[in-house]
């Protein structure tokens, strides 16, 4: 009879001989068809599993550079595409998306795939969403990672007031309310706006200058100058999965999250924001979206906190620098006590 250290040799071999990324498989969960990308870095079981959840505009795919250096690391590690992208559902109507929703639907999930606790690690809005999973869903979160996403304190009113107020109603939040337009005009032309989304970041001495024209982005879709292939920070090759990602998903599903921002704002009213469990922040030093600068005083609400900047990259961090990111990650995991 092989040894369980044997097995587990054997079965980290078959991880390192890996595709581009896993194929999925679809889960259903609170009537929601999840596609779900696993590589398994822990048959035995040791340690909860990693759950990554991505932003906007990007899809489980954008894991790609992290979701083998996590089960070689070994920890079963899991992607998915949340609801409204790539291949899960897209339910059209934006109540299905807001925060209490969401974190239901993650909760599902983990009782679909035998999960008690996970370590949620996300990135942009993903990172906003693992939050709040240490917020509403406490008991099935083990620890948290956030890419670029600081948590923020419940602002005084609400929050697309203030970004209106701040910098006007071309701010893409606020632009994004309006049902159909937004979506029908990324549909019109993908390829343009992931090059759009993916170029290199601006230096910091550049960042006054850009703003708030930077924050308009059906405007810069609309007329700004093509993106050369030397700005971008991804190949054609995922700029191509994205697209076909997208062809397949629609955007309504994506720009729905922001319809549901003040929701979100209105239900957390009342709650308690303090986050208990061992967390890291990772910043990026040209991230204008997310400054670094953004994250202060987030160690108030909460109450466990390491948090790392990686230098010389902007927001898209698991395209940009992904072999720091997974050091970063990996390293502070090593660190953990799992019971």
């Not at 889960?27 to 596609?35: D, H, I, L, R």
């Not at 929703?101 to 949620?120: P, R």
């Not at 992931?194 to 609309?222: C, H, N, T, V």
Request: contains cysteine; charged residues 25%; aromatic residues 10%.
């Amino acid at each position: 009879m092989q040894s369980n250290i044997d097995m587990q040799s054997r079965n980290r071999q078959i991880v390192l001989m890996k595709p581009d990324f896993p194929k999925p498989k679809i889960v259903t969960a609170n009537n929601v068809e999840f596609a779900v990308y696993e590589a398994d870095g822990d048959p035995g079981r040791q340690r909860p599993p990693i759950i990554l959840i991505h932003g906007w505009p990007e899809i489980a795919y954008s894991w790609r550079n992290q979701i083998y250096a996590f089960a070689e690391a070994g920890y079963r590690t899991i992607a998915i595409d949340l609801k409204g992208f790539g291949y899960s559902s897209a339910p059209e109507d934006p109540a299905e998306y807001s925060i209490d929703i969401l974190t239901s639907d993650i909760a599902a999930l983990l009782d679909a795939l035998s999960i008690e606790k996970a370590i949620f690690c996300g990135h942009d809005w993903g990172g906003s969403i693992v939050w709040s999973m240490g917020q509403w869903r406490p008991e099935r979160t083990a620890n948290i990672i956030s890419v670029c996403t600081p948590l923020k304190p419940q602002p005084p009113a609400a929050p697309l007031a203030i970004l209106q107020k701040r910098f006007t109603d071309k701010h893409y939040f606020v632009q994004f309310q309006e049902r159909g337009t937004t979506e029908k005009l990324f549909a019109s032309d993908i390829e343009r706006l992931f090059k759009l989304m993916f170029r290199g970041p601006a230096p910091r001495e550049q960042w006054a200058s850009l703003i708030p024209a930077i924050y308009d982005l059906p405007g810069r879709f609309k007329s700004g100058k093509p993106v050369k292939a030397d700005d971008l920070i991804v190949s054609a090759e995922v700029i191509e999965t994205y697209i076909n990602a997208y062809a397949h998903s629609g955007f309504h599903g994506g720009i729905n999250l922001y319809r549901n921002i003040d929701r979100n704002w209105e239900l957390m009213k009342g709650r308690d924001e303090i986050i208990k469990m061992p967390s890291l922040w990772i910043g990026a030093e040209l991230d204008l979206f997310l400054p670094p600068e953004t994250a202060e005083g987030m160690d108030k609400i909460v109450q466990n906190l390491d948090q790392k900047i990686i230098a010389g990259s902007g927001h898209w961090v698991t395209w940009e620098k992904p072999d720091v990111l997974n050091k970063t990650i990996v390293g502070w995991l090593e660190g953990q006590t799992f019971n």
